[in-house]
């Protein structure tokens, strides 16, 4: 019992720490807001998405590991679930979004719709009150699948059976079916619709691929935080971050296999309609964040990851995770921004304020959550059924 | 994930049989003449003889179709302007991706860990062997003077000063697609050595004993020979990896780098490599089910195995269907009208009855997969699998014909026919693929016998042993 007292001491701790941390920030994005409101939504809606992605990361990684198992998710299984529980937090952070919309978003301005007769066949799709309800989906969608994982994975661990995870192993399925769907239409209604009269129909899956790193080199970077502290059971170890180190080379090859599909097929058709996008992103300073891309979201964690001990030890490997979850914000503004900065770099203070305010708010939400239930690895009847096997 | 799970457990509900890798009741004794009996009995099936003959027929269409190819020309096909790409990249690409089931299996689930893959992987490697020739023979045919085709095809420093355009992709294709040719066969001989040493044992005549024994290259299955077998495959595991990924999206390439709508979209490299571990999945299953039964495999391609790779289809048809699902939202979302038109002219043009069926075989029926029921049913598994190998197939129909049959300007609009020396071509190669796999399938040992016992050892011994190998070598 003493163990779980100073875990609960430790995760408030942490839980206090960055709720301080969030309200600073978003008192400071309050005062921006006053200052600048245009400047204010577009560094929130940056500061917003990373977060986001981070969420929605972590309830596809508990679909995922509900249909496939693995060892890498039963070491982060509760983390998984604790950041997935955030989500009614980022729901609530979404409203300044939908209340910012025409200060955002170019095809909710009426004068650029009156000027631009694609926006106009648009506008169908991308109109204000179909955004809100669009959102609104998404979100139910989303709540509900957390909520009922949640439910159940507590049913599962006050009572083993095998029953329940058949339950959530039928859910999970066309629940990643579901995401993937919801994810990609979130991604174009929110980010790629910042520049509405380009497509690119990769868009989706770059924003997804995304969230499944950012989630998995958050996982890492907590799970060391928690096993370094002596708060997870001695299970977790070598073989988990392997394993989680593995799945993040994989991720890294992923994004940049997507993203550089992408500016190739584009390069290559030099489309001015589809080349604008590119062309916003390596005007002036950008270019250098382009090159930075290129570079240490993918050249250097590629490199560092072949490395078979950079993924065992857990302390080299928490590193590299920082590296990606960095990068992983640097991409995001690098997709964000440009659309407002077309000529070149554009770092405003709120950009910084707000993803920190609301990166501390999160964290709070997250480590408040962990505390719920207890750290040790879910209970897992199917392994368990089949080594009582093994041993007759 | 283990594997030694005989019945389902007592206390909980009784349907949640977890099928076994390997049948119970083997030894490592039983696992090499089961397996090596298929070859070594003397006895083939009467089907097989029916098969071969009927796949004899079609190698003969075949000669025949590429005899008078070469001796007129390919003004023999139904190509025409403005559809200047027929049925010769179609079928390329899906023979192509027919391979891609192989190195998938034998290279990135061995990385994974993934022990269902030993033995099915000899034979979708295998597959991948024959259809990567088969896929081959259309860009080499369709330059008309194959025997040119290095000529043109490779680069080399000729006086002339003559290269090939190196931004195409499709010169990337010859690049990629004879390196995959290559890593594959080397791979797979690689996997063969430890085997055709067993035959080579096992084998009661002197031929068989004599070839065997030159083909198995002085195994003795030392602890030495193991480890560098060993390293030496997990090296060749490494490097196919990517090019489970590389080939096909560079096939995806040579139609999204142009400005035709309907192939140029950014979805086209991983919506392609899906798909061509969609249609390898399928073949595999195609042929596997009936092969299982004839030769009485079922102890070693278990139910697991056909539920792993029922999944693995649902799992990229599904993400197929988010591919078709893509480009129509962007047909509307876009608003750009060629976008669009191309779109409604798929749905409702003169080939609307390509796109739907293409949606109803590839997109409906594979939906059937999500049942665990249909999973376990082997006659609907095997008919799900054929309706894929059609459905990918009108996919590249309906990329390649409908794209091109209407682009921007309606005065050069045209349709599309085949012609019966398309056809042939077509039906021969698949003739000269079922040709070749029932001659392997006679010489030399369909299941890998070293792997198969070498993942007994671990199930038996417990998980903790990397590879049981060593000690069962002898």
Redesign the interface.
């Known amino acids: 019992m003493n163990n779980a007292d100073s875990n609960r001491a430790l995760l408030e701790g942490a839980q206090k720490r960055w709720l301080t941390i969030g309200v600073a920030g978003a008192l400071l994005c309050a005062a921006g807001g006053f200052m600048n409101a245009e400047q204010f939504f577009r560094s929130y809606l940056f500061g917003f998405m990373f977060w986001f992605n981070l969420t929605l990361g972590c309830l596809a990684g508990v679909m995922t590991h509900n249909l496939t198992?693995g060892d890498w998710g039963i070491a982060t299984r509760r983390q998984l679930e604790a950041g997935m529980r955030v989500l009614p937090l980022m729901a609530l952070l979404f409203l300044p979004i939908l209340f910012g919309v025409p200060k955002i978003y170019e095809w909710a301005n009426p004068e650029h719709v009156a000027h631009s007769a694609?926006l106009q066949?648009?506008a169908g799709?991308l109109n204000q009150s179909f955004f809100g309800i669009r959102a609104f989906v998404y979100f139910s969608i989303w709540l509900t699948l957390a909520n009922l994982l949640y439910k159940w994975s507590g049913e599962l661990e006050r009572n083993p059976?095998?029953?329940i995870v058949?339950r959530m192993e039928n859910l999970s399925?066309p629940g990643i079916?579901i995401f993937?769907?919801t994810s990609?239409l979130a991604a174009?209604d929110w980010v790629m619709s910042l520049e509405p009269h380009w497509?690119?129909?990769?868009?989706?899956?770059l924003f997804i691929v995304g969230q499944g790193l950012a989630m998995l080199a958050f996982m890492i970077a907590v799970t060391t935080w928690l096993s370094n502290r002596g708060a997870l059971s001695e299970a977790v170890g070598t073989k988990n971050f392997h394993d989680l180190g593995k799945l993040m080379h994989g991720f890294v090859v992923l994004w940049t296999?997507?993203s550089f599909?992408?500016f190739?097929?584009?390069w290559?058709?030099n489309?001015p309609?589809e080349t604008i996008w590119y062309a916003h992103r390596i005007a002036g300073g950008w270019k250098l964040i382009a090159i930075g891309l290129a570079v240490f979201h993918f050249l250097v964690p590629f490199f560092l990851l072949l490395i078979r001990n950079n993924k065992m030890k857990s302390n080299i490997l928490v590193k590299i995770a920082g590296l990606i979850l960095f990068m992983r914000f640097v991409d995001l503004y690098w997709f964000i921004s440009p659309a407002f900065n077309t000529n070149g770099l554009g770092l405003h203070w709120l950009d910084l304020a707000a993803p920190v305010g609301i990166g501390g708010l999160w964290l709070a939400t997250f480590y408040g959550q962990l505390r719920k239930r207890s750290l040790a690895p879910l209970p897992d009847?199917?392994?368990e059924?089949?080594?009582?096997?093994?041993r007759a | 994930?283990?594997s030694?799970?005989?019945?389902a457990?007592e206390t909980?509900?009784p349907d949640?049989v977890?099928h076994p890798l390997i049948a119970p009741g083997n030894s490592y004794k039983s696992i090499t003449e089961k397996i090596s009996n298929v070859i070594l009995s003397g006895k083939t099936p009467r089907v097989w003889f029916f098969w071969f003959g009927i796949a004899f027929l079609f190698v003969n269409i075949l000669g025949l179709s590429a005899t008078v190819l070469l001796l007129i020309g390919t003004g023999i096909w139904g190509i025409t302007i403005p559809i200047g790409w027929g049925f010769a990249i179609i079928n390329f690409v899906w023979w192509i991706g027919i391979g891609h089931a192989g190195t998938l299996i034998s290279a990135v689930l061995l990385l994974l860990n993934q022990k269902w893959r030993t033995s099915i992987n000899r034979f979708a490697e295998t597959m991948t062997i024959f259809a990567v020739m088969c896929a081959g023979m259309f860009p080499l045919l369709h330059t008309g003077r194959p025997w040119l085709a290095a000529y043109w095809l490779m680069p080399y420093p000729s006086t002339m000063g003559v290269w090939p355009q190196f931004?195409s992709p499709l010169i990337w294709d010859v690049f990629a697609v004879s390196t995959y040719l290559t890593i594959s066969a080397v791979f797979w001989i690689v996997g063969l050595i430890p085997d055709f040493a067993a035959l080579r044992e096992r084998a009661t005549s002197r031929f068989g004993k004599v070839t065997y024994g030159m083909l198995a290259m002085g195994w003795r299955g030392s602890a030495r020979h193991w480890h560098h077998y060993e390293i030496a495959y997990l090296l060749l595991a490494g490097l196919s990896t990517p090019l489970v990924?590389s080939v096909h999206?560079i096939v995806s390439?040579d139609f999204?780098?142009?400005?035709i709508p309907g192939w140029?979209?950014?979805?086209?490299?991983?919506y392609f490599v899906a798909g061509a571990i969609y249609a390898g999945f399928a073949m595999v299953l195609t042929l596997g089910i009936p092969m299982r039964k004839v030769w009485k495999l079922e102890d070693f391609i278990t139910m697991r195995h056909i539920d792993c790779m029922a999944k693995v289809m649902l799992a990229t048809g599904?993400f197929v269907a988010?591919?078709y699902?893509?480009?129509a939202f962007?047909g509307?979302?876009?608003?750009?009208t060629y976008e669009g038109f191309m779109m409604i002219n798929r749905m409702t043009g003169p080939y609307w009855w390509s796109y739907w069926s293409l949606i109803f075989f590839n997109v409906l029926i594979p939906q059937l997969l999500?049942f665990r029921s249909i999973r376990a049913n082997i006659p609907a598994l095997f008919w799900i699998s054929m309706s894929i190998n059609i459905g990918m197939w009108l996919e590249r129909f309906v990329i390649v014909v409908t794209s091109l049959h209407r682009d921007f300007l309606p005065s050069s609009w045209g349709m599309y026919y085949p012609t019966v020396w398309d056809w042939g071509l077509f039906a021969g190669t698949i003739g000269f693929f079922l040709f070749m796999m029932l001659l392997f399938i006679r010489v030399a040992p369909i299941i890998s016998i070293a792997e198969v016992r070498g993942l007994f050892a671990e199930t038996r011994h417990?998980h903790g042993k990397k590879h049981g190998a060593e000690e069962v070598a002898a």
């Open positions: 198992g694609i066949q648009k799709y059976s095998l029953a058949r399925g079916l993937f769907l990609t174009f497509y690119s129909t990769i868009y989706g899956l296999y997507g599909s992408q190739l097929i584009i290559s058709a489309l309609e009847p199917f392994a059924a089949e080594q009582a096997m093994e | 994930m283990a030694v799970a005989h019945s457990p909980h509900a949640e977890v931004r990924v999206s390439f999204a780098v142009s400005v140029h979209t950014t979805i086209f490299p991983p599904l988010y591919g699902g893509m480009e962007m509307y979302y876009s608003a750009n999500w417990g």
